[in-house]
């Protein structure tokens, strides 16, 4: 293990974190060595070791980087709802970020790692339910909301979230992830317009 420096290298985190993010999703978790990490960022290991003690800290770090952008617009969105919150113009709009967020690239090379790594490494999995536990969490006010004044059937929110959410994340995964030919051309549009007139409108109370 490289010592850390005494002085502090210039800032390349960023780098770092975008060349841990493409290595982890190419090489796998494992495989992908802080020696290459460093050379794919075009830095010493001893600067990568300064801002990024372990492995585990530099995908955890790369994860929320990443996520964490999605927030501000998330909160954004649920804060300026109009009265009718559940209806499909407030819901699309979050549906439309949501999915427009999970086909960016870096968002795309962290699933790949999640769903790689994740099942057989619980530190990996942790890392990415605290920051979809954030994201509920933010949600589940604006979702609670529009139960209580009578918009939304009273069901688990977190069915809600599930059953909104879920064509997004599968669309992610079989579309992209996978390059399943049959679903080659279907819109990101598309499937939120379906989402909004399937899915919501049997949430609804007056659907």
Do not use: C
């Not at 982890?24 to 290991?45: D, H, L, M, P």
């Amino acid at each position: 293990m490289s010592p850390r420096p005494k002085n502090p290298p210039p800032d390349r985190r960023a780098e770092i974190l975008d060349a841990a993010l493409r290595l982890f999703a190419e090489k796998g978790y494992a495989e992908a060595t802080n020696a290459e990490i460093a050379k794919e960022a075009g830095v010493t290991a001893a600067a990568l070791y300064y801002y990024f003690p372990s492995k585990e800290e530099l995908f955890r770090a790369a994860v929320r980087q990443h996520i964490g952008r999605f927030v501000p617009t998330l909160r954004a969105l649920t804060a300026q709802a109009p009265a009718d919150a559940s209806g499909p113009e407030a819901v699309g709009m979050i549906l439309r970020s949501a999915l427009a967020f999970f086909t960016e690239e870096k968002t795309q090379l962290v699933l790949r790692i999640v769903l790689a790594e994740g099942p057989r490494r619980p530190e990996i999995r942790q890392i990415w339910i605290d920051q979809i536990t954030g994201i509920f969490e933010l949600l589940a006010p604006f979702v609670m909301n529009a139960i209580a004044s009578g918009q939304i059937r009273p069901i688990d929110p977190r069915l809600i979230f599930v059953l909104l959410q879920g064509p997004m994340l599968s669309t992610v995964i079989i579309r992209d992830l996978l390059q399943v030919p049959a679903l080659e051309g279907l819109t990101n549009d598309a499937v939120v317009d379906a989402v909004l007139e399937t899915t919501l409108a049997g949430l609804r109370t007056d659907g």
